[in-house]
């Protein structure tokens, strides 16, 4: 029998990086297949390629026997392809019907046929399970109930392969369960899955063969008998180390000693739905990593500490004293937080570079009356910060922040928290698309101020960049501090096995 | 290579336009432009009393696009300055007129008259920042909602009939130019100082551009937003008085109809609607464009209605120059 889904050769490069390596890889009729890899494998861009939001560099694919290259969602759509998104591509606002049939409503001439609608919609809804009126607004749906609905619009345009991308992060057991069942009838029904989650047991009880990626290569292709998860880890992680980080010195107190000193004490954070009781402490001069998986909890962890969101329980204490209040009174105990996303909340975009890299410190620039700014001192503080994070770019030309590349924004960010001063600073996915140069540069001034005595507190998905830069991991699942890892026992499989839903 | 010749033409033709589309002084050269085109069909536009007409005309404007300018900087709107306008010439009115003023004859009743609608201004800009800040309620809504308010009681105060028999002390501030001008001067340079060289105009880019950043970076951002408000109720207010002085009257519909001015001067200028982008220059300078069309198309004697098909139409035209000029420069 002819598979349903052939990848040959496919390679997709974002600015001169290749993401997507020679990949090739078969789907058969009426199989569900697994894909994994670790964070940035490439899974997301090869779901895009066939989901034609993106097109292949090199390579082809084929689909139910013919070439199949599409150039928009709409053609992967009429190919019979459905997508079950991660973030659900639904619109609450709508009911379940007419989010169904969003782009094929029944008409009759300009009417739409309601009764029509409501039946077609009612059958779908039979066929996935989902015991509801079709009139009901999605917004009144359970995450679980939304990716039967999601299933049921690729069954309303008769979908032969479905992707399914990461589906049960946000399910109960019992939702997840009944998502399993469904997707065996849909295999018995001689339709095929597409699989993708980091909840490697249910890979392997569910799929007929597993995919594995990484850095963009396929690294396995089996059959799922026989398969365990250990030797899935072991593929996801077995990369070799590159000499891209900086050798560290033993972190050290920056007084001499070598006890470690506490600097930021933590103790029993929760929030409902993002934190469950964490506790750890951050030393002086030491650079601890938080690593998980998307969804873990890390960001929402730093945006706590950050004063940006609230808690319920538990205190943060820096040298003793407790922290309460906004960024503002954060930035005043000499704390830094370079967020995430640079563009949502890490720079002002069309403002100048000089202006961005001042406004953490602008208030120290003020003089009264009027707190008018001290211009000449300003420029010279900005110089010399410009110089100690090596940004190229002229500060005086008042060039826009957005025209620089990935890495030397994140220079300006890194240089607006640094001209602060910080003890305590907290990088979220610091070296996110920036190239391989601006990552080591980025290591080497984390260390540097470890070296003065600061506390780092470094949340990345790479794996490798933690062990390669950190002197202690923490590690969080669904909330809470699963695992804890000095130098000496860095053990890829260990944290990614701890970073796994239980 | 003959065709080089006409290329190389065509750029020297280009090149002043294109410097011209590019500079921040694009509007003031759209402004002599369009005297110099008038000039000669409009009889009185270039006369010395026609000026002094203008430049009474041009200073209360001014002040209120002033404001208006830093509440879109900030990246919010506020619709209620015409409401504040007549607002507070009804409240100052009722303090000092000579009439039946609560302050009548008092030599006091200038001062305290200005103080109260200056007051009364800033209140009603931080009743707006408020609710946009705390409540979190779009600033569209707000400042509507807040100008039908204002303008409803403006009217029901006054039973619609305007106030006379102002104190002259008063009056002067508004029919004395070489008094309105440089008031208005003064709160334009004061803007422009804050807006360029201090903490505060700093912060109110900052968040204008993108607040959540700002709030990472412990910009007040809430305090920001009210300030700007309040700044533009207060400017509204000062405007009110220049506006009350020169009509010698305490009006209800005061104001009425500049709103469109506010906003398409401030507009035309280059301050954006998205927020983050503004200076009180260029707002000077879309304030003197509109002032001056609407002198002329008086002077020409065309009717009201006319004069406001021909602005609305300018105002469009200006608005698609300078979305076309953000397009062309980015290309």
Sequence with gaps: MTPLLQFEAVEKSFFGVRVVKQVSFKVGQGRILGLVGENGAGKSTLMNLLGGNLQPDVGSMQFNGNIFAPKSPGNARDAGIGFVHQELNLFPNLSIAENLFLTDFPVNGPFIRRGVLQQRAAALLKQVGLDLPPVTPVEHLSTGERQLVEIAHALSFDARLIILDEPTTSLSTRESERLFSLMRQLRSDGRSIIYISHALGDILRLSDDVVVLRDGEVVGDFSAAGLDQSKLVSLMVGRELKQLFPTRKPASAGDGTNEPSSLMDVRGISQAGVARDISFTLHRGEVLGISGLMGAGRTELARILFGLDPHELGTIKVEGLELTGSPKRRIQERMAFLTESRREDGLCLEASIADNMALVTLPSHARTPLRLLDFTRMREALGKIREAVRLQSKLNDGQAVKTLSGGNQQKVVLAKWLLAEPRILILDEPTRGIDVGAKSEIYQLIHELADKGAGVLVISSELEELTGICDRILVMSAGKITGEFASAEFDRERILNAALPA | ?331
């Design chain 2, 1 to 331: 290579m003959n065709h080089q010749a006409p290329y190389i033409n065509r750029r020297s033709l280009a090149q002043p336009v294109l410097t011209a589309l590019r500079s921040e002084y694009l509007v003031l050269f759209l402004c002599l432009l369009l005297f110099s085109a008038l000039a000669p069909f409009t009889e009185g536009l270039a006369s010395g009393n026609n000026f002094k007409n203008l430049l009474g005309n041009l200073a209360p404007l001014l002040v209120v696009a002033v404001g208006q300018t830093l509440v879109l900087i900030v990246g919010g709107i506020d619709l209620s300055v015409t409401s504040t306008i007549a607002l507070t010439s009804v409240v100052g009115a009722f303090a000092m007129n000579g009439d039946d003023g609560w302050l009548k004859g008092s030599p006091a009743a200038t001062p305290v008259a200005v103080m109260t609608m200056l007051g009364l201004g800033s209140l009603v800009g931080l009743g707006n920042g408020v609710a946009v800040t705390k409540l979190k309620m779009p600033a569209f809504i707000v400042t509507l909602t807040t100008m039908m308010f204002l303008s409803g009681l403006a009217i029901w105060m006054t039973k619609s009939k305007p106030l006379y028999n102002l104190p002259s002390s008063f009056t002067a501030l508004g029919s004395q130019l070489w008094l309105a001008l440089p008031i208005a001067a003064a709160l334009a340079g004061l803007a422009h100082l804050l807006l360029t060289r201090s903490l505060f105009g700093r912060w109110l880019r900052a968040v204008g551009f993108n607040s959540r950043t700002a709030n990472v970076s412990g910009v007040p951002v809430d305090a920001v937003i009210i300030a700007a408000y309040v700044a533009c109720g207060l400017l509204a207010a000062a405007a009110s008085v220049l506006y009350t002085a020169r009509l010698e009257t305490g009006s209800p519909v005061l104001g009425q109809r500049i709103l469109l001015d506010v906003i398409g001067a401030t507009v035309i200028g280059g301050t954006s609607l998205f927020g983050g982008k503004g200076k009180v220059l260029w707002t000077l300078f879309g304030v003197l464009f509109l002032s001056l069309l609407d002198n002329a198309l008086n002077l020409l004697g065309l009717s009201h209605f006319t004069i406001m098909m021909v602005k609305g139409g300018v105002i469009l035209l200006a608005a698609l120059l300078d979305t076309a000029r953000t397009r062309w420069l980015a290309a």
